[in-house]
């Protein structure tokens, strides 16, 4: 949605208006002609602008992406005063994006055949990828179905004495970076991300350890509980994510965090020499905080703008575990 305004003008800290550009430079006024180059900037210059407010201040972002290395973080020091309201807003007819994201580049194409790419030095874990805006799969398996149908395996039973959980044996294997698989259950009105930690088999029986916390929880939570009233973990059904052993489906990807390799499958079409690959770095992108809930901010407005690109790791530090309805 674009905003309104982006009247032509000097702009400038003076006229209470700025203007904001990836080709600026912070080092200029923030004027239509030379606009600041970071919202954070702008940011910075509108807090040395609002004590004597007659009217709205107004910080105009032309189109393009404004990556963040870090929260970009609003207080109290960003609120209007005197009834006026500090505005960021999309040029007219303009598009801009505030991202967490990074991109990735410096593809190659693997040369054993599989149609792969892959590409290096990525020194921060995530657990979300875009091609071309669109998000693509981590890797898994069994793979999803025709237009992104669901697909699963189903449990065949568990140990709460024994902290194990059982699935066909054909279903499991010593996949390198065994610790890093997760298993993402969907049992008890709710998904659970469990990562494991081994295995073991009987005849078709695989059997399931999964690393702590979540082993500590999932066996002994009141309800929804694994075990549950309601034919315990036997038909709940569930899919293995997260090894380059699963990356056999075009718009898969799995990172390597050991290596520090990214390899991906391109979707038909992709041409991964100009396509925009994208990886999520910052978790909070954009914070908006008070003080306390006596000292809140406020007057502050923002339209027409994206937020894209938040990451999110805590299910690969700690596992993850909802209750019903999420």
């Keep these: 949605m674009a905003g309104t305004g982006g009247a032509a003008g000097t702009g ?19 004027t239509l002609a030379q606009p600041l180059r970071t919202v954070g900037k702008a940011r910075d210059l509108v807090r040395g602008m609002t004590a004597n407010m007659t009217a709205d201040i107004t910080v105009y972002l032309r189109a393009g992406t404004y990556p963040q290395t870090g929260t970009l973080a609003f207080s109290n020091l960003d609120s209007g005063q005197n009834g006026h309201y500090v505005k960021y807003l999309a040029y007219t007819g303009e598009q801009p994006i505030i991202t967490g994201g990074q991109p990735i580049t410096g593809w190659t ?5 599989s149609g792969l790419y892959t590409a290096s030095g990525i020194t921060t874990p995530f657990r979300q990828l875009y091609v071309n805006g669109v998000k693509a799969i981590r890797a898994r398996t069994p793979n999803l179905g025709t237009n992104g149908a669901f697909a699963f395996n189903r449990l065949t039973g568990a140990d709460d004495a024994n902290q194990n959980i059982q699935v066909a044996s054909s279903e499991v294997s010593s996949w390198n970076n065994f610790t890093k698989v997760e298993m993402h259950a969907m049992i008890g009105w709710g998904d659970s991300t469990l990562r494991l930690a081994s295995y073991t088999t009987t005849g078709n029986t695989a059997y399931l350890k999964v690393q702590s916390p979540e082993s500590t929880i999932v066996f002994v939570r009141p309800f929804p509980h694994l075990g549950g009233q309601f034919g315990g973990f036997t038909k709940h059904c569930y899919y293995f994510e997260n090894a380059l052993e699963f990356l056999d489906q075009p718009g898969e990807w799995y990172l390597d965090e050991g290596t520090g390799v990214l390899s ?3 979707r038909s079409g992709e041409d991964l020499t100009k396509a925009v690959v994208v990886a999520p770095m910052v978790e909070t992108v954009v914070s908006i905080a008070g003080t306390s809930t006596t000292s809140q901010v406020g007057y502050l407005w923002f339209q027409g703008i994206t937020f894209a690109h938040s990451t999110y790791l805590g299910p690969s530090q700690s596992g993850f575990l909802d209750a019903q309805a999420g």
């Design 264 to 266: 991906y499958k391109p």
């Design 12 to 30: 400038g800290a003076a006229s209470g208006t700025l203007y904001v550009s990836p080709t600026g430079n912070d080092s200029n006024p923030g």
């Design 109 to 113: 194409a693997s040369i054993t055949g």
